[in-house]
């Protein structure tokens, strides 16, 4: 039988919240265009502040203000954030997730990196967390999201971004790929991937992986400049700062 294009990370995301979001129980699986296939507990997108990475903790003290969300999924950062009582928007493109993150009590919404929903108005902070950095896509789309983000970010305004750095490997499937991916004229970690759950499957996007460098210098040249930058093993949060 033929894969079925739909909602599978907001169905998946929709049974992990039924169960409570118990370990164990739904799998958010990823494919690969090179056939890698990496499977996540989906309890991960349900976790407290506490199971956050410690560099997103760190870059998140003293939030204030109005706070968007970007690629919300279930509310692991907006959820916590609006029960401190934070006025936190979110913003997903999966009908699932934004159903179980307004369940949760997030204000969330349909709508993307690169086309947020109308009628927002301003925030003081926008978070790319949970490695959402991989929303800038690529080279090319990496200026239209931030552009789009800065349109709605008060001048001084904090872009919040997490990620992994993808050079910190040494996993032959990977360093492959890094190398398809210089052939092909892409950056090194920019994945093509689907989510999947049984035959359902979304249908393929780009997902970023960017060493410090690399978001250096898509950032320059555009809304934004680079502040703080913390660093957690593999991983890093780093704060940009509306112009």
């Known amino acids: 039988m033929e894969t079925v294009v739909g909602d599978a990370f907001g169905r998946v995301l929709e049974r992990c919240h039924a169960a409570g979001g118990r370990p164990g129980v739904a799998f958010a699986v990823v494919e690969r265009d090179d056939g890698h296939i990496g499977v996540h507990d989906a309890a991960a997108y349900f976790s407290g502040r506490d199971e956050w990475p410690e560099a997103e903790r760190r870059i998140c003290a003293g939030l204030t203000g109005r706070v968007l969300d970007v ?29 179980v993150a307004r369940e949760r009590g997030v204000d969330a919404r349909l709508g993307s990196a690169t086309a947020l929903p109308t009628g927002l108005g301003a925030f003081d902070a926008v ?17 239209v999201v931030l552009a789009e983000l800065a349109r709605v970010t008060v001048p001084g305004g904090r872009l919040l971004l997490s990620g992994i750095d993808p050079f910190e490997t040494d996993d ?12 092909r004229g892409r950056l090194p970690g920019q994945c093509r991937i689907r989510l999947r759950d049984g035959r359902l499957a979304t249908e393929w996007f780009d997902y970023l992986f960017v060493s410090e ?12 400049s680079v502040g703080r930058w913390e660093r957690d093993g ?5 704060r940009l700062d509306r112009r």
């Open 213 to 224: 460098a690399e978001l250096r210098a898509l950032v320059d040249g555009s809304p934004w």
């Open 172 to 183: 032959a499937e990977h360093l492959d790929y890094h190398r398809w991916n210089r052939e």
């Open 127 to 143: 978070l790319l967390l949970g490695n959402n950095v991989g929303l800038l896509g690529s080279a090319e789309t990496a200026p």
């Open 234 to 238: 593999h991983g890093y949060a780093v």
């Open 71 to 99: 690629g919300c999924g279930a509310g692991r950062h907006a959820a916590v954030l609006a029960a401190a009582g934070l006025h936190v928007v979110g913003v997903d493109t999966s009908p699932g997730a934004v159903a």
